[in-house]
């Protein structure tokens, strides 16, 4: 990982912001949704904001503003699971039950990065899941260790980067685990 000054730069990924980014603190506040890089045309980490959401997913604008000289910025940022479909490794308490132990979900979050959990509805039309656009939302990050695996699932029709192309599904129902 790139360094910056005396700290280790975190992954490029999604954050919620732990504090407001000193130079443009109205643009990027604490408590948001943003997309971070470790690295940049300009040779310095850089934030992208959220542009739109569709089907649950958020798309993230192509610039934004780089980081200068702001390592309390970056040492606060709290490092949120790719968008995508997991299941649940153990049942949780929600305010309409429990959702049981490897359900299937979407993970999504709103625009203050509380993770959503969208729960999919069979289709009466055919053989369909459909992801509702409301789900239960969760203030607190550390529900993102109930979801397995420790990646999205691979629907088929995903984008794949470059680094997971060529992948073969798992043979072994062992490996999910």
Not at 69 to 79: I, K, S, T, Y
Not at 97 to 123: C, K, T, W
């Amino acid at each position: 990982m790139p360094k910056k000054k005396n700290i280790e730069l975190p992954p490029c990924g999604l954050y919620r912001t732990g504090r407001a980014l000193k130079e443009s603190p109205e643009e990027i506040p604490a408590g948001v949704l943003l997309m971070f890089h470790n690295h940049s045309n300009r040779g310095i980490p850089m934030l992208q904001m959220p542009a739109e959401n569709e089907q649950n997913v958020w798309t993230f604008h192509k610039f934004g503003p780089g980081i200068e000289d702001d390592d309390a910025f970056l040492e606060a940022l709290q490092p949120l699971r790719e968008q995508g479909f997991y299941y649940l490794r153990d049942a949780i308490e929600t305010p309409d039950g429990v959702l049981p132990r490897h359900s299937l979900i979407q993970l999504g979050y709103n625009m203050e990065a509380d993770p959503i959990f969208f729960l999919p509805e069979r289709s009466t039309s055919g053989n369909m899941l459909i992801f509702p656009e409301a789900g239960y939302r969760f203030e607190e990050l550390d529900i993102l260790e109930v979801l397995s695996p420790g990646n999205p699932l691979f629907i088929q029709g995903d984008d794949l980067d470059d680094s997971e192309e060529g992948l073969e599904s798992p043979s072994d129902p062992n490996l999910l685990n």
